[in-house]
């Protein structure tokens, strides 16, 4: 839990319409909340995790291996979490960040196959005892996920990984908010933009009160 701001964050495969939900909840909470509202994302946040970002994310790079890639991830958080992310807690605003760790269960966990316990270390090393306040998972079935990112043309490091990856990745998902209710919420981003909008304040309402 955080001190006296509010942390959020929003998840799921790629192609659920992650970022536009991202945008739309940040201006409905810059209006109504009354509070400062930061949007951030995950690798990034910071100049130097928008490098590390760069890294994991090109495709022209030779292929990564996954601790190095899990260390990657955790170096641009570390850097997140101290320089960005605390200090906007800290004066008590609203912290709404575009994937967080329970990104890295899913795809280093679960997509890459590395073991959970050694992501929970580096989890507890980084971050101490915070943990976003609420997550907001988004699912879509993976075949309608997939034409969303074929349409949009230029493939990342991870867009072009196949179906069984993003299966695993969906699964872990879905099996870390089966196991953190309170915390993880799952919403259904098979609907227009503005009803899933809708389907992420009423998850939110509650924290907002
Ligand atoms: P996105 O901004 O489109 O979500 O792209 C970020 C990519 O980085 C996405 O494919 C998931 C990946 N990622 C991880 O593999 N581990 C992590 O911990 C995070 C935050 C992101």
Do not use: W
Not at 110 to 124: H, K, Q, Y
Not at 182 to 209: F, G, I, S, Y
Request: hydrophobic content about 40%.
């Amino acid at each position: 839990m955080t001190n006296s701001g509010l942390f959020i964050t929003i998840e799921g495969t790629e192609g659920v319409g992650k970022s536009t939900q991202c945008r739309m909840l940040c201006d409905a909470l810059s209006k109504d909340s009354g509070r400062t509202v930061l949007a951030t994302r995950e690798p990034g946040g910071t100049e130097l995790g928008e490098a590390i970002r760069g890294l994991l994310l090109d495709p022209g790079l030779p292929a990564m291996h996954g601790t190095a890639e899990l260390l990657l991830v955790f170096a641009a958080r570390a850097e997140h979490l101290e320089r960005t992310i605390k200090p906007a807690l800290a004066a008590g605003g609203i912290v709404v960040c575009d994937r967080f760790t329970d990104a890295t269960f899913a795809y280093q966990g679960g997509g890459r196959g590395l073991d959970a316990t050694l992501i929970s270390t580096l989890e507890t090393l980084v971050q101490g005892q915070l943990r976003p306040d609420l997550t907001l998972v988004l699912d879509l079935d993976l075949t309608l996920a997939a034409r969303r990112i074929h349409d949009r043309g230029d493939l990342d490091r991870f867009e072009q990984e196949r179906g069984a990856f993003f299966e695993r990745v969906r699964a872990a998902y879905l099996a870390r908010a089966a196991r953190e209710p309170e915390r993880m919420k799952l919403v259904d981003a098979n609907a227009d933009p503005e009803t899933v909008h809708r389907r992420l304040l009423d998850q939110l309402e509650p924290l907002l009160r």
